[in-house]
């Protein structure tokens, strides 16, 4: 199967079996981080102001972590991120575990994590076409989105059951242990990149490598404007389903946290389907034509799902709205990041990914804050219609721009040549 061609890559093996582990822990940290402030305060404002808290310093210092992983080891930013933030969720379970802990403390633990995971995300980028081949870049990506996603089917309705059981301070500590195992999975990739490191060129200065980074993104039309979109997805897309929805299973569903957790497995088990169909697609189909059109036309037909969510329909609708919004929305991922992977040098490849990720969430905290407040005044239920409808419209604009339009396989090698000559036009 294509999906997997990868994994025939024992460094890349290693790193996503550390990833796919973590990605779990992650997912059932988040259940039990909402569960816990909801609990706590009954307010989403809360939740709000700690997924800003967590992303406001993760996009202060995005492009610092850029450039340090393009002039440094990536597998030791790498491990180090996984390391202190595994002691930073230690301390967190700690005072979970007395019964000290308070919202506060995870204000404070929010910020850190945010900045060291900075760190990460470029790194995990960019060293991936350094461990696979070109030819196998669309599966590794799949595979890095298929963790996530398996992580949030599992994730959630372990979560559920783990704090049923053991309580949330069991949840916490166990996200604390896959850092730790994620660590250990990297740290083979440091031995084998000290192995292949070569005598480098004097170094240009930290601003001037940003700086040429920033020189190439801005002339990627078609980069920017993805940029800009996310960005705004990130309000009418993320921060719904992050804060408004476990507000919607509580108070008008009238579940608990495992009508929740099921909820986002559901989510997740769709854009496992998108994603193996994506993947398919990617490999066999190289230089795909009109990857732009096919990419945003999803993002439309993604918004109108979402829209279903604020609807007065039964659970069953929004069950099976939730499997296709997870569909349509994995394929415009795989487009998007392979592109960039492969049109992107690799030298320039952390820079340019820190910008884009940078751009992409740059409004994460003012959604974060605004859908939080937002649902305490109007409901969630509305925040979901109107979630849908600008997510829709949004996707529409962008393909009013020809570079979205055209962005296609013959345009797709003329970009990459002049890129490689210097031109950098793309």
Not at 342 to 359: D, K, N, Q
Request: proline residues 4%; positive net charge.
């Amino acid at each position: 199967m294509s999906l997997f061609q990868s994994l025939k890559h024992r460094p890349f093996a290693l790193l996503w079996s550390g990833q796919m582990l973590s990605s779990l822990g992650d997912s059932i940290y988040r259940i039990a981080l909402a569960w816990w402030i909801l609990d706590k305060t009954g307010s989403a404002t809360a939740m709000g102001t700690v997924f800003i808290f967590s992303s406001a310093p993760m996009l202060l210092f995005l492009l610092v972590g850029g450039v340090t992983v393009d002039r440094y080891s990536r597998p030791k930013v790498m491990l180090l991120s996984d390391v202190l933030r595994g002691a930073l969720v230690c301390s967190v379970t700690a005072l979970a575990f007395t019964g000290l802990l308070e919202v506060w403390h995870l204000y404070a633990a929010s910020l850190t994590f945010g900045a060291v995971a900075a760190f990460f995300r470029p790194a995990y980028t960019a060293i991936i076409p350094q461990i696979t081949p070109p030819e196998h870049l669309p599966s590794a990506n799949g595979l890095t989105s298929l963790s996530m996603q398996v992580a949030e089917i599992g994730g959630p309705a372990l979560g559920g059951l783990i704090v049923g059981a053991g309580g949330i301070p069991l949840a916490f500590g166990l996200n604390a242990a896959t850092f730790f195992v994620s660590a250990l999975c990297i740290l083979p990739l440091v031995r084998l990149a000290a192995a292949k490191a070569k005598p480098t060129a004097e170094r240009k200065s930290a601003t001037e490598d940003l700086r040429e980074g920033i020189r190439v993104v801005r002339r990627s039309s078609w980069l920017t404007i993805t940029m800009l979109i996310s960005s705004l997805a990130s309000i009418t897309m993320s921060a719904p389903f992050a804060i408004a929805l476990p507000v919607l299973v509580k108070k008008q569903l009238a579940g608990g946290i495992f009508s929740f957790g099921l909820l986002l497995s559901i989510i997740a088990a769709g854009s496992i389907a998108g994603t193996i169909a994506g993947t398919s697609v990617l490999e066999r189909v190289r230089g795909l034509r009109e990857r732009g059109v096919l990419a945003y036309g999803l993002w439309i037909a993604g918004g109108a799902l979402i829209l279903v969510f604020g609807l007065p329909v039964n659970i069953y609708a929004i069950a099976a709205a939730a499997f296709l919004v997870g569909a349509v929305f994995a394929v415009p991922y795989l487009i998007f990041v392979t592109t960039l992977q492969e049109l992107i040098p690799g030298e320039l490849l952390g820079r340019v990914s820190s910008i884009a990720t940078l751009g992409s969430f740059a409004l994460i905290p003012v959604g974060s804050g605004l859908v939080g407040w937002a649902t305490d005044q109007i409901g969630a239920s509305n925040i979901f219609i109107l979630a849908g409808i600008l997510t829709a419209g949004v996707a529409a604009l962008a393909l009013l721009h020809p570079s979205i339009r055209h962005l296609d396989g013959e345009q797709f090698v003329r970009m990459k040549s002049e890129m490689e000559g210097g031109g950098m036009k793309a």
